[in-house]
């Protein structure tokens, strides 16, 4: 995502045009926005959070435990003017400890040159130990069936109670990749239609909406 150019009022006005959490952090760490969805979540005002270093706000936590892992990654970012992928953090909010997934932007002020991270924070607790939760369940049934059943070597099952076929996999991994249709099929030796039926027998062993979605759970999981 590029660097997007912004007036101090068209900057204030990208923080509240949004219905999702949001706020700014300028290259120091302090909130320099604040919106009223993150006033919600995290239970402090405007006037509260403005100044306050960003980490004591957060008081996030990844899944290895360390404390604030991305922060000074994202400081790196807003001074060298780079874009960031998003992100899962464990915050503080108004109700406890909570997963969420920050989005980052990466905005400059042209009337005085300063460049601010614009955080889009969205909660997925639930999503997230779920995840976790299968994770775990793969983690422990790795060299076993699912219930006692033989597993396929080469096509680990992604969680609960279904598995994929080996070619399923190899799909898969190739719409990962970004691959089309048309170049799995050419890849695999197989044809289109082919690749489209395994794809919807995919989508419906992991209770996938998307293509995307599929691809984020079997990784989340480590089939690919």
Same mark, same amino acid.
């Given at each position: 995502?590029?660097?997007?150019?912004?007036?101090?009022?068209?900057?204030?006005?990208?923080?509240?045009?949004?219905?999702?959490?949001?706020?700014?952090?300028?290259?120091?760490?302090?909130?320099?926005?604040?919106?009223?969805?993150?006033?919600?979540?995290?239970?402090?005002?405007?006037?509260?959070?403005?100044?306050?270093?960003?980490?004591?706000?957060?008081?996030?936590?990844?899944?290895? /435990? @360390?404390?604030? #892992?991305?922060?000074?990654?994202?400081?790196? =970012?807003?001074?060298? !003017?780079?874009? %960031?992928?998003?992100?899962?953090?464990?915050?503080?909010?108004?109700?406890?400890?909570?997963?969420?997934?920050?989005s980052i932007l990466i905005a400059s002020d042209?009337?005085?040159?300063?460049?601010?991270?614009?955080?889009?924070?969205?909660?997925?607790?639930?999503?997230?130990?779920?995840?976790?939760?299968?994770?775990?369940?793969?983690?422990?049934?790795?060299?076993? /069936? @699912?219930?006692? #059943?033989?597993?396929?070597?080469?096509?680990? =099952?992604?969680?609960? !109670?279904?598995? %994929?076929?080996t070619r399923e996999v190899e799909v898969l991994?190739?719409?990962?990749?970004?691959?089309?249709?048309?170049?799995?099929?050419?890849?695999?030796?197989?044809?289109?239609?082919?690749?489209?039926?395994?794809?919807?027998?995919?989508?419906?062993?992991?209770?996938?909406?998307?293509?995307?979605?599929?691809?984020?759970?079997?990784?989340?999981?480590?089939?690919?």
């Amino acid at each position: 995502m590029r660097s997007t150019p912004l007036n101090s009022k068209q900057f204030h006005i990208q923080v509240e045009g949004t219905a999702d959490a949001a706020f700014a952090v300028d290259a120091a760490g302090r909130i320099s926005a604040w919106n009223n969805a993150a006033a919600e979540l995290f239970g402090l005002s405007e006037a509260e959070a403005i100044s306050i270093p960003c980490h004591e706000i957060l008081q996030g936590s990844d899944e290895k /435990g @360390l404390v604030c #892992s991305e922060h000074y990654v994202i400081e790196r =970012a807003v001074q060298d !003017n780079r874009p %960031l992928m998003n992100f899962d953090l464990r915050v503080q909010t108004k109700a406890g400890k909570l997963w969420c997934n920050l989005s980052i932007l990466i905005a400059s002020d042209p009337a005085s040159g300063a460049r601010h991270a614009i955080y889009i924070v969205r909660p997925r607790e639930m999503r997230k130990r779920l995840e976790q939760a299968l994770s775990e369940f793969v983690r422990t049934q790795a060299g076993s /069936g @699912l219930n006692g #059943s033989p597993m396929i070597s080469s096509a680990p =099952a992604p969680g609960l !109670n279904v598995r %994929l076929t080996t070619r399923e996999v190899e799909v898969l991994k190739s719409l990962a990749k970004g691959h089309t249709t048309r170049a799995i099929a050419n890849q695999l030796n197989i044809s289109s239609a082919t690749v489209n039926n395994h794809i919807k027998h995919i989508l419906k062993k992991l209770d996938a909406h998307t293509r995307l979605e599929a691809i984020r759970l079997a990784e989340s999981v480590g089939v690919i």
